[in-house]
């Protein structure tokens, strides 16, 4: 007997039923084994959708998460799983009147070898989305909730985060909007709270793009709802930043409303001005009323800081864009974007300011220095020494009642009646 097995007297026979037994412990063996593999977390990518190429296009994916607030109760409902890309809400809902809603963004990522799965920075996104909700009248998700639900659509969709090596990523939509029926201007009797996830890959990519200064159109007004993330702030753009793509702009710029002296930031972005005066680097970023307060940006001011470089949160007047020598749009879905000119019409003329030249497509040196420790945090591949990695687990299923959680099994649209 050798290991438990007698492996030698043929006697009777003892050698064949050795045989089978070991075999039948190897069978074993390898099935506890694939079942291990299919259950681990996180699991591999589906193979459905050509990760090389994943675009913004529109995906589904397994489902969503939902809580709904009540104004009697004061208390949003445990966290559950829906399996559907649609939502139940009625026609006089405040949403789709009056424009009560706000909503976040965010990314997942995989580490190298697709060994685990973190967020970036969700606990700025559920602090955004409690301003968002203060500025257009509605109650604060909780953070710990927000957390909870962000980790939660991740984790039951873990199979839509995209390979570590394409670079791309999940992103991540929360959101928060007026739901019941209300048919005068007053707060409804509910809110829902969802969050949505969808793969992605780079919004512009590292291409420099050209960037033009709406002057016929204001984003926002002081004391207005300009530094909220709400769908308000983003439709009325879209016919502008349309106008703007077919003449050659890649970006839009908006300025002041007040004065059209100073800069806010771009339509779907932050502005980041850099000078670079024989390596005293300093960024500047504008200080208004007006602008959202992007992870992004805040993310590469952070990482200047530990350069040693300067960061300048201030005023910048328009006539202070030819003193930058590189000039960046940061937000979540585009990430860090080069800027390769500013272009401001005036009268029948223009005014243009260029930071990389036409036929380059190489972005400037200090921006690939904060895009690549940016992306290698994001990725898995630095030291994260400034805590913005969240881990996403297996046990995170269970925060909003998968099989086996705690609030019961996921729901359709038709069982949510």
């Not at 604060?140 to 839509?160: G, I, K, M, S, T």
């Not at 020598?325 to 029948?348: M, Q």
């Not at 994260?384 to 881990?391: A, E, K, V």
Request: charged share 25%.
């Amino acid at each position: 007997m050798r290991n438990g097995f007698i492996i030698r007297d043929s006697r009777d026979g003892i050698a064949k039923a050795s045989s089978r037994s070991y075999y039948d412990l190897l069978r074993a063996y390898k099935l506890l084994l694939c079942i291990a593999i299919m259950t681990a977390f996180p699991p591999p990518p589906v193979n459905t959708i050509d990760w090389s190429n994943v675009g913004f296009k529109v995906r589904e994916v397994n489902g969503h998460i939902e809580s709904t607030y009540s104004r009697s109760t004061g208390k949003w409902t445990p966290l559950h799983f829906v399996a559907d890309p649609f939502m139940r809400i009625h026609g006089m809902a405040p949403a789709l009147n009056y424009g009560q809603q706000a909503y976040e963004g965010l990314k997942a990522f995989r580490t190298p070898n697709d060994e685990a799965i973190t967020i970036f920075r969700p606990n700025r996104n559920a602090k955004r989305l409690q301003h968002s909700a203060e500025v257009v009248s509605m109650p604060h998700v909780p953070e710990e909730l927000f957390l909870d639900a962000v980790r939660a659509a991740v984790a039951l969709n873990a199979e839509y985060v995209p390979p570590h090596d394409t670079g791309a990523a999940l992103y991540i939509r929360p959101q928060l909007y007026g739901s019941s029926a209300q048919l005068g201007l007053s707060p409804p009797d509910e809110y829902i709270f969802a969050v949505f996830v969808i793969p992605t890959g780079v919004y512009h990519g590292a291409h420099p793009v050209k960037a033009l200064i709406l002057e016929d159109f204001d984003r926002a007004a002081p004391n207005g709802t300009g530094n909220a993330k709400v769908g308000g702030n983003y439709a009325p753009v879209l016919r502008w930043s349309d106008k703007a793509r077919d003449e050659g702009y890649g970006i839009t710029l908006h300025l002041d409303s007040v004065r059209h002296e100073e800069i806010d930031e771009f339509s779907t972005s932050g502005f980041i001005g850099v000078k670079d005066n024989g390596g005293q680097v300093t960024l500047a970023v504008p200080d208004s009323k007006c602008v959202i307060e992007s992870v992004t940006s805040d993310s590469i001011q952070e990482l200047a800081r530990s350069y040693g470089w300067t960061v300048e949160k201030r005023a910048i007047k328009y006539e202070e864009l030819k003193e930058f020598t590189e000039v960046f749009a940061a937000g979540t879905a585009a990430a860090l974007v080069p800027i390769r000119s500013i272009t401001r019409r005036v009268g029948e003329g223009e005014d243009v300011v260029t930071y990389i030249k036409d036929g380059s497509e190489e972005p400037g040196p200090l921006f690939e220095k904060l895009l690549t420790h940016l992306k290698d945090i994001q990725l898995g591949r630095a030291e994260d020494s400034f805590g913005w990695r969240y881990p996403v687990g297996e046990k995170d299923k269970e925060i909003a009642g998968a099989p086996g959680g705690r609030n019961g099994d996921a729901t359709t649209v038709d069982q949510m009646d």
